[in-house]
């Protein structure tokens, strides 16, 4: 909705009236609705100041009240559906028969409300599409394969593998990053205790020289000045700043594009994001051309599971060139995503009618890759860890002994 100032004569008196609605168009109806007086001017302005704080509050409210599903419930919901209408049971009786068993409140009123679609004729897809956020694009591309296929029991049961798949990797990266996490925060205890503790009794110290104090002096000095005058300030800026871009990126899609980018550049975590995502696309991809799925249909099901809008642009790329008729092999080589390895893999499963079976080995070689990171991180990141520890220790050796050295030594003079 937009905001439109709208100047008007009413019984001869000029009016100025704030008015929402979708373009102008609907803003001059909305006028003329009100009886506002003859319009001499209207013009589009910026959100006022009142609305603005008012949306703030509004999606703070939201946040708060709104509870996630819990994974291992939702994993539950769908192999039970899976199960009941692999038996020939209908998917309304099966939507009814898993709000009356799971314990998750949450789930249980999104499938009561799914429950209600259903009887109003609205399909199974449709009917979760209003709870995308709560269930995940995975979820509804597979819900949608099911329906389009015939195959429900079928696409549940292999959707429910997918978000166990996803669970087991998000619990690995999780402890994985528990001892690098554990050590980042004792570091920053230790620091904040030295600046705010030790140092400012070395500075008593150091003020009393009469002498130009090292760098490394300077610098710890200036560090606890920092953290004693400013520290407060710094940590509201700190907090700003992550709640700002965490606003940005559920909010601004520049702001999302420009940090998905970005992000696939930085080291160790790049890589993560990177082959997630690729594992999760072709193995949705796949299964779809299993199903029978035409390849530009499994294309823009499966680009529905990809976050990250960086590889989501380059992957989008493959359905172009193959309507200017060039091969699935020729179209994922130029996105420049895939190892030559891949390439061929994918060429020799389009060449030889089975494409879906070589789709499956470059699933397991990209997901292979991802474990292989998540089980090794700890060795990864211990060398930045220990080149951390060092330098923070060297700088607070180096600051404090510099100048005690050279005390000692103007005594012995």
């Known amino acids: 909705m937009k905001y439109f100032e709208v100047h008007s004569l009413f019984k001869g008196k000029k009016n100025i009236q704030i008015v929402k609605a979708q ?238 980018q970005y992000i696939l550049k930085v080291y160790l975590i790049g890589n993560i994001i990177f082959y997630a995502t690729l594992s999760r696309f072709t193995l949705v991809f796949t299964e779809l051309i299993r199903a029978g799925i035409p390849i530009s249909s499994a294309l823009d099901t499966a680009l529905l599971t990809l976050d990250n809008i960086h590889l989501k642009k380059k992957l989008t790329t493959v359905k172009t060139s193959m309507s200017r008729g060039i091969s699935l092999t020729e179209a994922f080589k130029d996105t420049g995503l895939f190892e030559g390895m891949l390439i061929q893999i994918i060429h020799a499963g389009e060449q030889s009618g089975t494409l879906d079976k070589m789709l499956d080995k470059v699933t397991s070689y990209l997901k292979s890759r991802f474990d292989e990171i998540i089980d090794n991180i700890a060795t990864y990141i211990e060398p930045i860890l220990l080149s951390f520890i060092a330098g923070m220790v060297l700088l607070m050796a180096l600051g404090i002994f510099m100048p005690m050295w050279d005390m000692s030594q103007a005594v012995k003079h």
Not at 30 to 49: A, D
């Open 23 to 260: 373009n102008k168009n609907s803003a001059i109806e909305v006028v003329k609705l009100k009886n506002l007086g003859t319009i001499v001017n209207i013009q589009e302005i910026s959100t006022p100041l009142k609305d603005q704080l008012e949306t703030i509050k509004n999606n703070i409210m939201i946040i708060i009240n709104k509870r996630n599903i819990e994974i291992k419930n939702l994993i539950a919901a769908i192999r039970q559906l899976a199960v009941m209408t692999d038996a020939g049971i209908s998917i309304h009786d099966c939507i009814k028969e898993v709000s009356k068993a799971t314990a998750d409140k949450t789930l249980k009123k999104i499938f009561q409300q799914i429950d209600d679609d259903l009887n109003s004729g609205l399909s199974l897809t449709k009917s979760m599409m209003n709870f995308k956020h709560e269930f995940g694009d995975v979820t509804i591309a597979m819900v949608e394969l099911g329906e389009s296929t015939g195959s429900m029991a079928e696409s549940l049961e292999k959707l429910a593998e997918i978000l166990e798949e996803m669970e087991e990797n998000r619990k690995k990266l999780k402890k994985a990053l528990r001892y690098p996490i554990t050590v980042i925060v004792a570091i920053g205890v230790a620091f904040a205790i030295l600046m705010i503790y030790v140092v400012p009794k070395f500075k008593d110290i150091f003020s009393k020289l009469k002498t130009e104090l090292p760098v490394p002096t300077k610098i710890l000095l200036f560090m606890e000045h920092m953290v004693n005058t400013y520290g407060y300030i710094l940590l509201i800026i700190l907090i700003s700043i992550i709640a700002t871009s965490k606003y940005l990126l559920k909010n601004n899609k520049k702001f999302k594009a420009k940090y998905d």
